[in-house]
């Protein structure tokens, strides 16, 4: 009645003997179950300034940004992730139509991303995870599920990387490497056309990664320079790697194999962030960015 009908939320609850409240509240579920779906055909952006203002100043050859993430009334992590994951998946729609092969890290933000991706045709990409990842309940960030949720949105093939994303020491990182095949399956993601990522913060890690490692990696990275990671490849404010010994047992593509994908997509927002974000666009260890208005306007701020 509302969308077909024109009626107004107000008009509908008086028709139904219901509040108007409860209403909206049914409106915005049938959004969300599928029932109701809205297409814009426009090519207007809301941000189109800010967007610009951050391409121009970071040399990135394509931004998009969201609404602020942190004011939403409902905000919490899934909400934020779901509103950040709208404007990512039209940002990941774009590149993976361009794309051959794809290597994928895990992230909320990219996970969200992928699941607003709207099915398209593009049976010839390849996709593949940027790590390893973890074993037990599916969570949605684990890379494995992501690379085949994309194939599933895509058609395209996608490649796993049976292994943790931290090797417990040097010689169960070897094993892994050699004996169950990651070298390999990371070889060919070295020579993908497209980089998707999320980036993390130094002091707020991912469950994934303090799942797998000691209290006292824990303690190396609080110590040392990091500001985020992606993929539990950690960094400063420079962009530059962090080779202790933890960066030594991740079973993943490193930075500088990151930094030779001609295309790389980092998707992360909030305040929160910004600092990462500002490392990695600022260094160019990405050039293209998703992120959120708060986290935009911040980072164009402090580059003044």
């Not at 599928?34 to 967007?51: C, K, L, M, N, Q």
């Not at 994303?165 to 095949?181: C, F, P, Q, T």
Request: with cysteine; charged share 20%; net charge negative.
């Amino acid at each position: 009645m509302h969308f077909e009908n024109g009626l107004t939320h107000q008009e509908i609850a008086t028709l139904f003997n219901l509040s108007r409240v409860k209403v909206t509240r049914l409106l915005a579920e049938a959004r969300q179950a599928g029932i109701v779906e809205i297409r814009v055909h426009s090519d207007e952006r809301p941000f189109f300034e800010v967007e610009k203002a951050l391409a121009d100043h970071f040399a990135l050859k394509g931004v998009w940004v969201s609404p602020p993430i942190e004011t939403n009334i409902n905000s919490d992590h899934s909400v934020d992730n779901r509103l950040l994951g709208v404007t990512g998946a039209e940002a990941m729609q774009m590149m993976l139509r361009r794309a051959k092969r794809v290597v994928m890290g895990f992230s909320a933000a990219v996970s969200a991303s992928a699941g607003s991706l709207q099915e398209f045709a593009a049976p010839e990409l390849e996709i593949f995870p940027l790590a390893g990842g973890r074993a037990g309940r599916a969570s949605g960030s684990n890379p494995q599920e992501l690379v085949t949720s994309v194939a599933r949105a895509t058609g395209g093939q996608s490649f796993q990387l049976p292994a943790p994303l931290i090797a417990a020491d040097s010689r169960v990182y070897e094993a892994l490497m050699n004996r169950a095949g990651c070298a390999a399956v990371l070889e060919e993601a070295a020579q993908a056309d497209l980089l998707i990522v999320g980036v993390g913060v130094a002091h707020d890690v991912a469950p994934v990664f303090r799942q797998q490692v000691s209290q006292s990696d824990l303690e190396e990275i609080a110590h040392s320079a990091a500001v985020g990671d992606i993929s539990a490849r950690f960094f400063d404010a420079k962009g530059h790697a962090l080779t202790e010994d933890l960066d030594r047992r991740v079973v993943g593509l490193t930075l500088d194999e990151m930094r030779r994908i001609p295309n790389r997509m980092a998707i992360a927002g909030g305040l929160a962030k910004v600092e990462a974000v500002r490392a990695v666009v600022s260094s160019g260890l990405v050039n293209y960015l998703v992120t959120d208005l708060a986290c935009a306007e911040d980072l164009i701020k402090g580059s003044e």
